[in-house]
């Protein structure tokens, strides 16, 4: 167990909707990562805060955004949805800021499905 | 800027016989490297992590690697591969600072078979 925890663990969704994901970090840890995780394209990072900031962007798509709150669990959202959303999302997180030789502890994963 | 490159996205060995997973990475400074695991339906797990120190670096479940900085590569190991091992592996590269990204190697999924 990572101690990152991550629901729901599959959304079904039709195209054009929105959804929310939603990620708790270890305990202790200030950073939180998003990472998408598809057949085509691998595993690719969206967006990491830290302390409640946006720390780095990646790949993440103007139709998607994230926050942290100060409690510091994070939320992903997913807006007008289309079929190539389809994925497994991935949050992870990390003691510091950048990752340098920390490692990231990664949740199970939410699996989203846009029919 | 940094980057991995995993050499074959599948492989397939015996029970019994020798994993070799391959690793090579570009950076302009020296890195911080890992290798990840993932089961499936599970989110990814840490094998082992190179930082700085000694090249030969050992992690879970009977696995090793060696840093070799003249050959740029982080190849991961275990002499002996048992069922358990089928997994995919990913490879992953840091660098120092605070504003450093992990950059992660399109993966490498492992069949034992019989």
């Known amino acids: 167990d990572s101690g990152v925890t991550q629901t729901p663990k599959h959304l079904i969704t039709a195209t054009g909707q929105r959804v929310t994901l939603r990620c708790s970090p270890r305990?202790?840890?200030?950073?939180v990562y998003w990472y998408q995780q598809s057949l085509d394209q691998g595993l690719q990072f969206l967006i990491q805060?830290?302390?409640?900031?946006?720390?780095a962007k990646g790949n993440i798509l103007e139709r998607f955004s994230a926050q942290q709150f100060p409690d510091l669990h994070s939320e992903l959202n997913l807006s007008s949805l289309e079929l190539g959303d389809s994925a497994l999302y991935f949050c992870?997180?990390?003691?510091?800021?950048?990752?340098?030789?920390?490692?990231?502890?990664f949740g199970n994963g939410t699996r989203l499905t846009v029919t | 800027a940094q980057s991995v490159t995993q050499l074959g996205s599948h492989v397939s060995v015996s029970e019994g016989a020798l994993v070799l997973l391959r690793c090579n990475y570009s950076s302009s400074v020296p890195p911080y490297l890992f290798w990840y695991v993932q089961y499936p339906n599970q989110g990814l797990q840490l094998l082992l992590k190179y930082t700085t120190g000694a090249t030969l670096v050992k992690g879970i479940n009977g696995f090793e690697a060696e840093f070799k900085k003249s050959e740029t590569s982080f190849h991961l190991t275990k002499p002996s591969a048992h069922m358990s091992d089928a997994a995919e592996y990913f490879c992953?590269?840091?660098?120092?600072?605070?504003?450093?990204?992990?950059?992660f190697g399109t993966g490498t999924r492992l069949q034992v078979t019989l």
């Open positions: 305990s202790g840890d200030l950073s």
């Open positions: 805060y830290y302390n409640g900031e946006e720390r």
């Open positions: 992953a590269v840091s660098l120092t600072g605070t504003a450093s990204k992990l950059t």
């Open positions: 992870a997180s990390s003691t510091t800021a950048g990752t340098g030789d920390s490692p990231l502890h």
